[in-house]
């Protein structure tokens, strides 16, 4: 008489760590093409080859799987970005870094994990970049919680670098280069059609370029505010 096949545990199939992580790889994968508003469950069930309540336990929500899905890969990156900085001011010997130096450390975890397709790559950057463009509320309070003490390390770093800026000049200026990263590496569709280029994709290119625009707009001089806009002649 021929056997039957094992029953599926069905309950320990939905709390296994297996399950947990093919519902962050398919949600990641979903979030970078779609979005977060335009990611439906019924979208992340079906990628995952799981049940609504396998989703439900794990993560309790949509949103809390979104959260998730940015902190399995933000939490190792900026722990790294500090590390970074704490040797590159062991090496100053009291001195500060340079303001290239500093920018050099706060993009070198990016380069690093845009080649290193275990942890996410060049397609996790293009969630970094969809979630700094989206405007939902939970979604700009979660990435100011969980940028908020690498932020601040970096922005002493650059205040001792570019002694020249006000802490409330520097703050702004920061703000553009989280932005200027930020839509760099989610627009690549944008970037082939603006500047014609071919190799679009290749983050680890892009962010060398990019790299010496962000250190000319922080070093550039102090802004007079005249509360007015002065433009140049003929503009």
Known sequence: MASRPARRNVALDATSADTKTRILDAAEALFTEH????????????????NLAAVNYHFGSKEELFQAVLTRRL????????????????????RPPSCEKVLFAMLMPALRLARDERRGGKNFLRVIGRAYADPAPFIRHFLHAQYA???ERYKEAFLRALPHLTRQELTWRLHFVLGALSYSLASTDALKQFAQ???????????????????????????????????????
């Open 35 to 50: 979005g977060f508003e335009a990611t439906s469950l019924r979208q992340l069930t079906a990628a995952a080859g799981v």
């Open 197 to 235: 280029v071919t190799h679009a994709d290749n983050d680890e290119l892009m962010l060398q370029r990019l790299a010496p625009f962000l250190v000319a707009g922080l070093k550039a001089p102090a802004l007079v505010d005249t509360g007015r806009l002065e433009l140049a002649p003929g503009e």
């Open 149 to 151: 003490e690498m932020v």
């Open 75 to 94: 939490d190792p990156m900026n722990q790294e970005r500090i590390e970074l900085l704490e040797a590159l001011e062991r090496q100053a010997d009291g």
